[in-house]
T-cell receptor
């Protein structure tokens, strides 16, 4: 069964450093997403991406964040200058697209645990 | 962004019992509704979409009441493997909109 994959599974970084989290969405999916979950809290939407541009972003997704689809398979989230409060699990998700599925189900990768020291 | 509210639990239920969770959402214009389950420190996994007419998948039944902005999940003949956190999830706009998650209801099935 096709699945979303993410690397690395765990990233430790120093405050102020840049990190890039990588995702490979399901191959025939058209919509890509990033979410985060701070330990003990709910999953929060960051950004959605379609047709090589951002479709929607939340208030969390400020100028420190950027996304890119550098090739036909990878989808990345970059945090330019990490802060302590960026420590969280970051989930990538993908969906076929609402044209093909009236409910646009999103499927999640296993996550990258980011620890900022 | 609007809210999705759930009772956090925990619900402690004996194996074989029936358990029901509820969820309310605040945005009346919400388009799509889902239940996901999340095991400790793992990703959310789609359990089922929730349709206006109600739908069933094996031991799981989901209901949607748009007038009351209320979603429910019923688990029959609960198994030890059903122990998890159940997330009520709403897609407010459809299309490429992000999902809004509730905080989840923690279920513990006891042998």
């Amino acid at each position: 069964e096709p699945e979303v994959t993410q690397t690395p599974s765990h990233q430790v970084t120093q405050m102020g450093q840049e990190v890039i989290l990588r995702c490979v969405p399901i191959s025939n999916h058209l919509y890509f997403y990033w979410y985060r979950q701070i330990l003990g809290q709910k999953v929060e939407f960051l950004v959605s991406f379609y047709n090589n541009e951002i479709s929607e972003k939340s208030e969390i997704f400020d100028d420190q964040f950027s996304v890119e689809r550098p090739d036909g398979s990878n989808f990345t989230l970059k945090i330019r200058s990490t802060k302590l409060e960026d420590s969280a699990m970051y989930f990538c998700a993908s969906s076929e697209g609402w044209v093909f599925s009236s409910h646009n189900e999103q499927f999640f990768g296993p996550g990258t645990r980011l620890t900022v020291l | 962004r609007k809210e999705v509210e759930q009772d956090p639990g925990p619900f402690n239920v004996p194996e074989g019992a029936t358990v029901a969770f509820n969820c309310t959402y605040s945005n009346s214009a919400s388009q799509s509704f889902f239940w996901y389950r999340q095991d400790c420190r793992k990703e959310p996994k789609l359990l089922m979409s929730v349709y206006s007419s109600g739908n069933e998948d094996g031991r799981f039944t989901a209901q949607l009441n748009r007038a009351s902005q209320y979603i429910s999940l019923l688990i029959r003949d609960s198994k030890l493997s059903d122990s998890a956190t159940y997330l009520c999830v709403v897609n407010e706009g459809g299309g490429a909109d992000g999902l809004t998650f509730g905080k989840g209801t923690h279920l513990i099935i006891q042998p």
